[in-house]
């Protein structure tokens, strides 16, 4: 499996087009010491997202950061990005990993125990519990996880793969890294709350910033 570095992942949302032009927000938050970027559209067309997805791919050139495409597979075999994010209704990683070649990044999002023990199982390079807290950036029908929720989700994934690299995501702010990282995270995914920020390179550095420090006294 491919090591991937899930300190901070910045989502690229079809949404943040009232800010800034995509390729500009993901390549803010390369300079902000992003270490992962995901490109998310649940609307848009194949072709418009294919270009969106080559538009990012060059605007990040040359930074070694990695860019997934969120629940689709086909996009990501015609841009060239390094690998998906896949979702429980979304292609199965068994598959997507046979398409992709064995040294794409495959992430997978994890709500549930069964989620956890399937995404321990599967061919995937990372998971991503959430949503830990509530957010406006996508619908969440259960009710958040919370740092305890997480926890418990967290140690089960691990007691069938205890190596996974797994992330938060949902409602994260830079006052709730510490405590997520405490509970077990590798690192968090942020929207909103780094892409509407209004300074994206500032934020993402303190962002940044927060979670080695967490991550650091864990170690210690």
């Known amino acids: 499996m491919t090591k991937v570095d899930l300190r901070l992942n910045a989502i690229v949302d079809a949404s943040l087009a009232d800010v800034a032009d995509l390729p500009l927000l993901a390549a803010q938050a390369v300079r902000g010491g992003a270490t992962l970027l995901q490109y998310r559209d649940k609307t848009a067309s194949t072709r418009r997202m294919v270009e969106q997805a080559m538009a ?20 990501a075999l015609a841009a060239g990005a390094d690998g998906v994010h896949l979702g429980s209704s979304d292609l199965d990683p068994e598959t997507a990993r046979r398409l992709l070649g064995p040294s794409a990044i495959i992430g997978l999002s994890v709500k549930t125990a069964e989620e956890a023990h399937r995404a321990a199982l599967a061919p995937a390079d990372y998971a991503c519990i959430g949503g830990v807290f509530a957010t406006t950036s996508k619908d969440n029908p259960g009710p958040p996880l919370g740092i305890d929720g997480y926890r418990l989700l967290r140690k089960q994934l691990h007691a069938d793969r205890p190596t996974l690299p797994v992330g938060a995501i949902a409602g994260i702010t830079e006052a709730r890294i510490a405590p997520l990282i405490a509970a077990g995270a590798d690192g968090v995914a942020v929207i909103a709350a780094l892409f509407r920020s209004g300074d994206v390179i500032g934020t993402a550095r303190a962002f940044r910033s927060a979670v080695d420090a967490a991550l650091s006294e864990r170690s210690a």
């Open 56 to 75: 990012i791919i060059v605007a990040i050139a040359g930074s070694g950061v990695p860019l997934l495409v969120n629940d689709r597979v086909d996009v």
